[in-house]
């Protein structure tokens, strides 16, 4: 009888998919730098508490009409190195651009620099924190909870904040922002303050510094008019999404697809239609109908050509058109995928299916 | 314990590197070769917390938890080539972990019935099952190789590079844990329950026999 039991242990598979493999990536990615981080802001805890100490000394030995400079500086200072509560000051002075290293803020929050990132904390009060960042890459862990905005400035382009954990990469040409967890609205900055888009977990968004944004993320909308945008006749979205639910968890495959599709096609304009494209395509998969899932995988990603499952929807793609036995279309689809992602994740994958090609 | 340093320079093929190569490379600290070795192996792993779990819910984390420790020890691991193995038993022991914590709970709370099993073929859910309580029962040092081995399929000599003891050492501890499992026995009633139930539903609903 163990044997029984040892062989049906054995056939039990996970359910696991490229995006759920690429989801738990970030996931371990962001626990590294975290751990990462501070062991960093730990190794220079004694260092600090030394120059504290160093510095009181020297605060308590001064003459009492320069005790207020003296408060400055000991403000800049235990901001670099260790979380503090927000202090009951107006705006501490602005810290110089650091090239390196994690810098706890006062309000608890954790900026980590990679790449040779420059980063000038301009604004620090009970209210608000202003970061400026002028290069490199920056993992920002923001203290949620707090009654403050949170926003980082790199060029024009603004991230605003409300507790969350999310990457901002300032590239010569373009600011691309990642969240790990909780929700940034990225604005371009200006009289006007356009917001980009509203991003959520494992969302990621380029945004050319240029005036205008990149066609990469026009996808991106303003918030202010997708919820104000009138809903379109027949069910909505929510309906819709509740609807493939409901379907793929008693298995009517066909039912999720048809309410996928729904949303892909009559709400066009709304951003989960691109997450809708790729469900799409992984159900009609599913379903055998390999022809329709590359159409819905290639939907997705020129619905959203930056965006963050269109690297895993253009090998998707290659491959469900090899799978339905159209080769050309295949043979395009996986050339596509290798001349935009060199490095990336499915590079082995599409190059097998190349190679077995007619 | 390593930190990892950001990657600079021309990018490399990691994808066509093998096990050594990376884990070499992520042992001084190369990110880009751990995140190919996460990539080449995490698919494998999900699959053996799955089957133990026999179910869905934690296995995001559980991965997520086996590959920071990995990453963490990853200059303990003793042989390069035998990654694999080595990231299932650190998943092995997340996973005990886990389901030591979550048998304290329910113990207390038996009405709280998280524990939903999945396999293709209902029929197969009570002995696996059992089979899975069962092994929570017995050691670490025991558990470990015959999962590896009877579970995972690998070689009774990678089990024992990577349990670190000799070939006879392990051949030894899998009987012993396939003795004890034995002797267990629960299973088999569940076995019999679940033939039961299938009968009595395709009986009522006038299935096919």
Known sequence: ?358 | MVSFASVQGPALRLHEQDDGVLVARAQGGDRAAFRELYLRHARYVAGAIARWLGRDAELDDIVQDTFVRAAERIDSLRSATHVRPWLVTIAIRITHSRLVRERRRTSLMRFFVAHQPQSSDPRMQGPADELGAALVRIPEGLRVPWMLHRIEGERLEDVAVTCGVSLATVKRRIAECGRRLESAGAWETATTTAATTTTTTATTTGGTP
């Open chain 1, 1 to 358: 009888m163990i044997d029984e039991a040892v062989r049906a242990m054995a056939e039990r598979e996970a359910a696991w998919d490229p995006l759920r493999e690429r989801r738990v990536l970030a996931r371990v990615e962001a626990e590294l730098d975290r751990r990462g981080a501070r062991r960093r802001v730990g190794r220079w805890v004694p260092a600090a508490m030394v120059a504290v100490a160093a510095i009181l000394v020297a605060v308590l030995a001064w003459p009492r009409g320069e005790v207020a400079s003296g408060q400055a500086i000991l403000g800049g200072l235990a901001s670099a190195v260790e979380p503090l509560p927000a202090v009951e000051v107006g705006s501490l002075p602005a810290i110089p651009a650091m090239p390196a290293g994690a810098i706890a803020l006062g309000d608890g929050s954790i900026a980590t620099l990679h790449d040779g990132a420059r980063i000038e904390l301009r604004v620090q009060t009970p209210d608000e924190t202003r970061i400026a960042q002028s290069l490199g890459r920056v993992h920002y862990e923001v203290r949620p909870g707090l009654p403050r905005t949170f926003v980082v400035e790199a060029d024009d382009v603004r991230v605003i904040v409300v507790g969350t954990a999310f990457w901002v990469t300032h590239d010569p040409d373009a600011v691309r922002v990642t969240v790990e967890h909780g929700r940034v609205r990225v604005q371009r900055d200006g009289d006007d303050a356009a917001v980009i888009a509203e991003l959520g977990a494992g969302d990621e968004l380029r945004v050319g510094t240029a005036p205008e944004v990149t066609p990469a993320v026009r996808p991106a909308r303003p918030i202010a008019k997708l919820r104000t945008k009138p809903v379109a006749e027949g069910p909505s979205v929510d309906e819709l999404l509740a609807r493939a639910d409901d379907a793929r968890a008693h298995s009517d495959l066909a039912a999720a697809a048809a309410a996928l599709r729904q949303v892909v096609e009559q709400h066009r304009d709304d951003p989960r239609a691109y997450g809708s494209a790729f469900q799409l395509g992984k159900i009609e998969r599913s379903r055998g109908r390999h022809a329709a899932a590359a159409r819905a995988f290639t939907g997705a990603a020129e619905r959203s050509p930056a965006g963050a499952l269109t690297e895993d929807a253009r090998a998707e793609a290659a491959i469900s058109w090899f799978d339905g036995g159209l080769y050309t279309e295949a043979r395009e689809a996986g050339e596509d995928y290798l001349s935009r992602h060199p490095e990336g994740a499915h590079v082995a994958r599409v190059q097998r299916m190349l190679q077995r090609l007619p």
